[in-house]
């Protein structure tokens, strides 16, 4: 069983900063792709940052410019570094990674998220 824990959200005033993290666990054998995705209110959930294995970086048009995705493989952690925050930023965040887990060679792969973590950027 894999699972990925995000932490880091909260309440921020406008034009400020957060940083996102998620950590992924369980019987990981490699972990390959990892992303960031949002869901405003009402809204369906779109991607925000994704990243290779290797540091290949795509990011939403929106987010260019402030917001940076990052990864450590040796802790299967991603981050999401966000800054110059806006309203139209509030939404759950969350996690999500494509991994291979199990124990070679007997390993499945599969698509997990996090449980999301709420960003509210607010006066």
């Known amino acids: 069983q894999v699972q990925l824990v995000e932490s880091g959200g909260g309440l921020v005033q406008p034009g400020g900063s957060l940083r996102l993290s998620c950590a992924a666990s369980?019987?990981?054998?490699?972990?390959?792709?990892m992303g960031w995705y949002r869901q405003g209110p009402g809204e369906q959930r779109d991607v925000v940052a994704t990243i290779t294995r290797k540091g290949t970086t795509n990011y939403a048009d929106s987010v260019k410019g402030r917001f940076t995705i990052s990864r450590d493989n040796a802790k299967n952690t991603v981050y999401l570094q966000m800054n110059s925050l806006g309203p139209e930023n509030t939404a759950v965040y969350y996690c999500?990674?494509?991994?291979?887990?199990?124990?070679?060679?007997?390993?499945?792969?599969?698509?997990?998220w996090g449980q999301g973590t709420q960003v509210t950027v607010s006066s």
């Open positions: 999500n990674a494509y991994v291979t887990a199990g124990t070679y060679p007997w390993t499945y792969e599969g698509d997990y």
């Open positions: 369980g019987s990981i054998y490699r972990v390959d792709s």
